[in-house]
């Protein structure tokens, strides 16, 4: 009988060999163009949200949604502060986009790009989540049954392996 090659399973790549943390070293990789695109959701009792959408999305905050944009973007640029083994990147661009999905809920979408050794995942995570937490901060005086999530990485392009859709790296 032949034996096919077996794939290694994938590891934890921010634990070393003795399973402590550790920050992964980047300094061999090549610098490539990276972008990454992920997904929070905010969902609204109906009352809040008919209440959102009649009001133009505002709250007795300010605009919810550019208040959200601005935490988001700034949440993207500090991913390193909160994240213990996130390397610092230049952030080259930084998009949102908010509409209504559906009739209750906002959906939050933040991509990230930048041209470096390691991706921009957990930056365009951290966007579309905080800035989901600022929607929530901004109505929570409206209801406090909204609930936030699912959040989650809908794509990334560049380094070892592309996934899911993103407009891509050179976008």
């Given amino acids: 009988m032949n034996a096919k090659p077996t794939k290694a399973a994938p590891a ?4 070393d060999r003795a399973g402590h943390p550790a920050m992964v ?7 490539t163009a990276r972008a990454a695109l992920a997904r929070c959701r905010v969902r609204f009792p109906a009352a809040v949200a008919a209440q959102l959408r009649a009001s133009g999305m505002s709250s007795k905050k300010g605009a ?3 208040t959200a944009i601005v935490a988001g973007t700034m949440a993207v640029k500090r991913t390193h502060e909160l994240i213990p083994f996130c390397h610092p990147l230049p952030i080259d661009g930084c998009r949102f986009a908010v509409d209504w999905d559906g009739e ?6 933040c991509e990230v790009r930048t041209v470096h050794r390691t991706g921009v995942e957990m930056e ?7 800035a989901a937490l600022t929607v929530y901060d901004m109505c929570k005086a409206l209801s406090h049954a ?3 999530g699912p959040a989650k990485l809908v794509g990334k392009r560049g380094g070892k392996r592309d996934f899911g859709a993103v407009a ?3 976008a």
Avoid: Q
């Avoid at 934890?12 to 634990?15: F, K, P």
């Avoid at 209750?104 to 979408?109: P, T, V, Y």
């Fill in 12 to 15: 934890l790549t921010h634990l």
């Fill in 25 to 31: 070293d980047v300094g061999a990789k090549p610098v």
């Fill in 64 to 66: 919810v949604i550019d």
């Fill in 104 to 109: 209750n809920a906002l959906s939050i979408e």
């Fill in 124 to 130: 365009a995570l951290t966007g579309a989540t905080v």
């Fill in 146 to 148: 909204i609930v936030i």
């Fill in 168 to 170: 891509g790296a050179g």
